[in-house]
């Protein structure tokens, strides 16, 4: 059913709204499998990061990441890492992923900018 009112909204909103910026990045929209452009985002994620990916939608999250969530006051989507079981940090917003107009690229780009793949240095 989820899908379904997605797909609705996408379809209804004004053209300069996005319903899901996470969606646009990884699936294109209103595509049910990840594009091209992505799979080779998250490779070079996990290859320069060193980081394990995973994609939950807010109702796969567990109680710990929900709770963080809502005493932060994010909105969905957002990029969420998980610090060995002591805590969470925010490295990308909803608004800050809105940004990124649906590149996948342009995600890994800005992960390097903030100095969260190896070998890149934040930008300050």
């Known amino acids: ?30 595509h049910l499998d990840e594009t091209a452009e992505w799979k080779k985002a998250k490779s070079e994620i996990v290859s ?30 957002a990029v969420i890492s998980s610090k060995d079981g002591q805590g969470y940090d925010v490295i990308m917003d909803s608004e800050e992923l809105g940004s990124l107009g649906g590149s996948a690229q342009q995600f890994v780009q800005r992960l390097q900018e903030k100095g969260v793949l190896s070998g890149s240095t934040p930008s300050l």
């Open 1 to 30: 059913m989820g899908k379904l009112s997605y797909g609705y909204r996408k379809l209804t909103c004004s053209k300069d709204k996005t319903i899901c910026a996470a969606c646009d990045i990884t699936h294109g929209g209103l």
């Open 48 to 77: 320069q990061g060193g980081v394990q990916i995973k994609q939950l939608h807010r109702d796969e999250m567990d109680k710990e990441m929900k709770q963080y969530v809502e005493t932060n006051k994010l909105s969905y989507p």
